[in-house]
């Protein structure tokens, strides 16, 4: 079950989860060298372990449940880890408990600990701190006599409380005053015991157990057996600790009376790390082990001995670890003798290919540890574990490698080490952007961009972790991540425009060029019978040609977000061009997706040419690689696929897109595919009620990701299904508590298309006239904010049903010119294949047979095959209107009264099963009126 549910996330779980291997089935997913080489560029990467890690726990969740996830030292971990585990917490979707347990210590909090804490503030899950301090004395002597096995002589709990009155829980006068009984001949053996052990440890547990062993070993404790009992001299242990200041000079006193090579193994082992392997430990003896003319010890002998102290514990099959690190503190500590630099280089050239791998931070950290040498080698090994760091998504560690490796390079490193500087240069400068380092970024890449030598391509990955940087801020940024594109592009000797003043007619001359290209290579495809992809170049392996594609999708994207339609359509030929010429790329469906579209919109192409784009996206797609799997899957079905495929299949393929895009760290048409359910949800005329808690769930989901675009979209759905489920009158105006129109100044056209859409649901359910009296006004104006998404269908229906009303009311040319000009287009779509609005062809054909007393039977016939065609849908929206309009033709053409009234009350009933209540209402103060109902 587990292997099923991670999929491509396990080749990113590996590198850090190695023992996944032996749990679940794995075989490498990657199809193509494409995938690799993009991969490599990390643009996602945060995104993609976070992701990865959420559907571990999700899988883990499934089959063991509940979990409770314990993680100690988290003072330690860096800021892409805590990421990480405020994704596992915060992870609504997940139906399987999870606890997750962090520890950390306060005195040694970092930056940010402090801005997971400060996120928490605001977070809709629960969290609990709870600030846990050191044992108090009491605590100290339950310890002692669970520890002896032995009970105390006296009453502890009045010992306590008589001790709390005179101190107030003051440690300092806890101490003294302990004191005081005891020199009274007051306090007992164990209370003896636990005072000097409190005095000393400060109520740390683990620091009282090894106390209690250093007094053991030092003969200061010791077991009586003629009597029975333990024996402990006060006056003896309070001299022997006197000038211990802390636990670490306890256990560094304790290891120097061990014996010499015992105290070097701890050294060694201390120097290698945290954890480490026998391996490790075996050739760093082999190599420093010797402290005189005699023979190693037996390696296997010492190991065993430092075992038995409790110092090392097992961790797995051929690993050991330090129990606590104030052990690997006090073992580090024992004399200046060994040299960690010396260690890492040892390893470095002792240790196979596959094994420093697994062990690369290890070893160097232990040589950065060490005094900085100019050492071109080791500055190699640096950009190393720099780019194993990147690769993992802590930038914060890769940051730390390439500072150690630049200062490892020689001066004139540019002309004797040109390769491993750039590599290191560049590298520093993505990782600095990642975390934010604006400034150091820049010196990476001034030192970069100053070197003559230094080609377009060579400059790129700088210039791109920019535009990637910048692509994700508000619009000021993004329009400077397209002029980088542009001018990055030009530098790479690619013309995109060829005048500002001419790029309306340059479009449109590509545009037409694309279209009858492709048009002609999908057609001798299909009279071959042969994919697409064999058809083409192949596959783009130029990495010139990758990265211009690269530059043309970002130019696309932005443009769109930017509005400047003519260069979105502009690079979208490109990329379409390219593919056809060079081969395929991970981008190449998209570009064919959106040539579909083109057709369609700007050319008025039949639907079919798009249709043939878009199946042709999907196989070229397919044969590349998933990696933008879902981005291509998201616009196909979005833009096109939906007009040929029941809403009910779409839903599992956006459902699809949004796994693959989360798999690729693409978080924006992830969400944009998260978004599509609940548009759907809408569009096929699900309970409001439900409507409006899957809404509340996916905005929190798409906020968490900062996505505060789409989630205006979401919002706007909401929003109306509030309205239309209150009972507060009739709604106009889609502005609420939940989105707000005001708070989108600078929306873009999407947006003012799906505000548009949805303010247009609220006055057609409120008013036939006013929606009639709006459709006229603004006419095709959704269709022209927003071209060929599917919310079109509805919005084009809803408009026609009011128009047709109130034609049939008023009998006013006006209308019924408009009516008539919707049902065609509605026809056409039922032409092309459109299995989602047959019923509204129905309806609409029943509206305009009611208009003419020739084809009144007809449309009676036409009213009942609707109705009938939103019920097998099990569509209450449409259930509910369907059976109103019906219920208006009985009353006002046919004079049906009891006709009427049975119809108005089932529509009544299914408006009511949908949750607009508001429209219940109408409805019935309507029937009132009319005098159908008292």
């Not at 670890?321 to 052990?327: E, G, Q, T």
């Amino acid at each position: 079950m587990i292997s099923n549910d991670l999929r491509d996330e396990v080749q990113t779980l590996l590198p850090l989860i190695p023992e996944l291997k032996e749990i679940i089935k794995y075989q490498n997913a990657r199809r193509s060298t494409i995938r690799d080489g993009i991969r490599q560029r990390q643009e996602n990467s945060q995104e993609r372990f976070k992701n990865a890690f959420r559907q571990l726990s999700r899988a883990l969740n499934a089959a063991f449940s509940p979990i409770v996830l314990v993680l100690d030292d988290l003072q330690w971990a860096d800021m892409s880890s805590l990421q990480v585990i405020d994704y596992l917490v915060s992870d609504m979707q997940n139906p399987n408990r999870l606890m997750v347990i962090g520890c950390y210590r306060s005195e040694d909090v970092s930056r940010a600990i402090e801005e997971l804490k400060t996120r928490q503030l605001s977070c809709p899950f629960h969290v609990t701190e709870i600030e846990l301090g050191n044992c108090q004395v009491d605590h100290v002597h339950e310890m002692i006599m669970s520890i002896l096995s032995t009970e105390s002589q006296s009453i502890t709990q009045d010992l306590a409380a008589i001790c709390y009155r005179r101190t107030v829980g003051n440690p300092f006068f806890v101490t003294q005053f302990m004191i005081i009984l005891q020199n009274e001949a007051l306090l007992t053996f164990t209370q003896d015991l636990a005072a000097i052990c409190y005095r000393r440890t400060v109520g740390n547990p683990f620091f009282v157990t090894q106390f209690m062993i250093i007094l053991q070993n030092e003969a200061l404790l010791t077991y009586n057996p003629s009597s029975i009992k333990w024996e402990f001299n006060v006056d003896e242990a309070e001299k022997a600790t006197k000038f211990t200041s802390n636990v670490v000079d306890l256990l560094r006193a304790r290891m120097k009376k061990m014996p010499a090579k015992v105290q070097l193994l701890l050294q060694y082992a201390a120097c290698i790390g945290t954890c480490f392997s026998q391996k490790t430990i075996e050739i760093v003896w082999r190599e420093h082990g010797n402290i005189g003319p005699e023979e190693n010890a037996d390696l296997s002998n010492l190991r065993n001995t430092v075992h038995d102290t409790g110092f090392i514990e097992k961790k797995g099959r051929n690993g050991f670890r330090f129990v606590h690190d104030k052990i690997q503190e006090a073992a580090m500590s024992l004399s200046d003798r060994v040299n960690s630099s010396f260690i890492g280089k040892t390893l470095m050239f002792a240790l196979n290919a596959e094994k420093l791998e697994d062990e690369l931070f290890d070893e160097v950290d232990l040589i950065n540890r060490g005094d900085v040498a100019t050492r071109p080698e080791l500055a190699a090994l640096n950009l190393r574990a720099a780019e194993k760091a990147r690769n993992l998504a802590s930038f914060q560690s890769a940051r730390s490698y390439v500072e150690f490796g630049a200062a490892m390079l020689p001066r004139n490193h540019w002309k004797t080490h040109r390769d491993l500087t750039l590599a290191l240069y560049t590298l520093g400068a993505e990782a600095e952007l990642a975390e934010g380092y604006l400034r150091a970024a820049a010196v990476y890449c001034n030192a970069v961009f100053q070197q003559k030598d230094c080609t377009a391509m060579e400059k790129a990955p700088l210039r791109m972790a920019v535009i990637n940087m910048l692509y994700s801020g508000d619009s000021n940024m993004k329009q400077k991540a397209l002029d980088l594109c542009l001018d990055l592009l030009k530098e790479l000797d690619y013309t995109l425009i060829y005048s500002n003043s001419l790029l309306p007619i340059q479009t449109l001359y590509y545009v037409v060029k694309t279209v009858k290209t492709l048009y002609y290579v999908v057609k001798t495809v299909k009279t071959t019978k042969k994919k697409l992809a064999e058809k083409s170049v192949g596959v783009m392996t130029n990495p010139r040609h990758l990265l211009i594609m690269e530059l043309l999708s970002k130019i696309a994207n932005l443009s769109y977000h930017l509005e400047l339609l003519f260069l979105n359509s502009l690079a979208t030929c490109h990329l379409v061009l390219n593919t056809l010429k060079f081969g395929g790329s991970h981008l190449s469906g998209f570009g064919l997706v959106i040539a579909g579209v083109l057709a369609r919109v700007l050319l008025k192409e039949d639907f079919s040419t798009a249709l043939a784009f878009t199946e042709s996206a999907l196989s070229i797609q397919k044969s590349i690689g998933t990696f933008n799997e879902g981005r291509t899957t998201w616009n196909a079905y979005a833009l096109c696929l939906s007009w040929s495929t029941t809403f009910e299949k779409c839903r599992p393929k956006l459902k699809e897109a949004q796994i693959y895009c989360m798999r690729d760290g693409d978080t924006e048409h992830a969400m944009w595919s998260l978004s599509g359910e609940a548009w759907l949800s809408y569009m096929m005329g699900k309970p409001l009620p439900r409507l409006q808690r899957d809404c509340a769930v996916i905005v929190a989901h798409i906020e968490e990701h900062r996505q505060p675009e789409v989630a205006a979209f979401v919002k706007m759905i909401w929003q109306t299904a509030i309205k239309l489920t209150t009972c507060q009158g009739r709604f106009l105006e889609l502005d609420g508590s939940v989105y707000s129109k005001k708070e989108y100044p600078k929306a873009a056209s999407p947006h003012l298309g799906a505000a548009h859409f949805m303010e247009g649901e609220l006055i057609f359910f409120s008013s036939f006239l006013t929606a009639a009296e709006r459709a006229i006004e603004y006419g095709d104006l959704h269709e022209k904010l927003s071209p060929a998404i599917f919310t079109g269908m509805l919005e084009k229906f809803h408009r026609g049903v009011a128009l047709y009303a109130m034609t049939r009311q008023l009998r006013k040319r006006r209308y019924r010119k408009r009516a008539y000009k919707i049902r065609k287009v509605i026809k056409q779509w039922v032409e092309d294949g459109n299995p989602n609005v047959i019923h509204y062809d129905l309806l609409l054909d029943a509206e305009h047979a009611s208009l003419h007393k020739k084809t009144y039977d007809e449309a009676d016939e036409f009213y009942q095959k609707a109705i009938k065609a939103a019920t097998e849908l099990n569509h209450p929206m449409h259930q509910g209107l369907f059976h109103e309009r019906y219920a208006d033709f009985l009353l006002r053409i046919q004079w049906n009264k009891d006709g009427a009234i049975h119809h108005f009350s089932k529509s009544i009933q299914y408006y009511d099963e949908w949750g607009a209540v508001g429209k219940v209402q109408q409805l019935k103060q309507e029937m009132h009126a009319l005098r159908l109902i008292r």
